[in-house]
């Protein structure tokens, strides 16, 4: 059964950054698109960004330029690094591959 358990999440200031994890047990991620979704309070869950198994990435345009995802396959780990905070980037962070999505990790932007 396939697993996602996200990390890194935390309270910055705007303008820090943050790196979170996604760690996928069960299965390899290698073959697999992983993506990251955040829900802001009072918002719907929407997509951040995703890389597939061949390493090509898509950004939704409010993250471009300020974070980039990447995999670590002998991890089985997938990450995205966020830089230049800001604090519309509260939400609570999910990955999801397939339809297994992981418990999110908090993060918090104080500006």
């Known amino acids: 059964q396939v697993q996602l358990e996200e990390s890194g999440g935390g309270l910055v200031q705007a303008g820090g950054s943050l790196r979170l994890s996604c760690a996928v047990s069960g299965r390899s991620s290698r073959t697999e698109t992983v993506a990251w979704f955040r829900q802001a309070p009072g918002k719907e869950r929407e997509f951040v960004s995703h890389?597939?198994?061949?390493?090509?990435?898509y950004y939704v345009d409010s993250v471009k330029g300020r974070f980039t995802i990447s995999r670590d396959n002998a991890k089985n780990t997938v990450y995205l690094q966020m830089n230049s905070l800001k604090p519309e980037d509260t939400a609570v962070y999910y990955c999801k591959l397939a339809s297994v999505w992981g418990q999110g990790t908090q993060v918090t932007v104080s500006s």
């Open positions: 890389i597939s198994w061949s390493g090509s990435t």
